[in-house]
Nanobody, 130 residues
Framework: EVQLVESGGGLVQAGGSLRLSCAAS????????????IGWFRQAPGKEREGVSC????????YYADSVKGRATISSDNAKNTVYLQMNSLKPEDTAVYYC???????????????????WGKGTLVTVSS
């Protein structure tokens, strides 16, 4: 079992930036982020949850949704078991609850499907005002 805790959300004006953090831990001894893909997803009111970005912690491969490409950077500090999502040039349509999720192994070509992830955090709210 993997526990995930998001932080860093808040209220920001359009054009601003936020850095979201996802702290991971595991029940098993010797837990390491190297074994997992960590994805960021978001869900806006009345909309389905959608993939934002994913990182394969073993080799650092990264993936981005078209909607955030060029504005978001995902990174991993495996020593701290923490994954970050830096979001710049934020837009009102980025307003959502942002979740991190883990899956065993690498992100894969279908990383953006929530069903592919095994464990989820409780989310952090990002509100972008116009």
């Amino acid at each position: 079992e993997v526990q995930l805790v998001e932080s860093g959300g808040g209220l920001v004006q359009a054009g601003g930036s936020l850095r979201l953090s996802c702290a991971a831990s595991g029940a098993a001894s010797g837990f390491t982020l190297d074994d997992y893909a960590i994805g960021w997803f978001r869900q806006a009111p009345g909309k389905e949850r959608e993939g934002v970005s994913c990182i394969s912690s073993s080799d650092g491969s990264t993936y981005y949704a078209d909607s955030v490409k060029g504005r978001a950077t995902i990174s991993s500090d495996n020593a701290k078991n923490t994954v970050y999502l830096q979001m710049n040039s934020l837009k009102p349509e980025d307003t959502a609850v942002y979740y991190c999720a883990s899956g065993w192994g690498a992100c894969g070509v279908s990383w953006y499907f929530p069903a592919g992830m095994d464990y989820w955090g409780k989310g952090t709210l990002v509100t972008v005002s116009s």
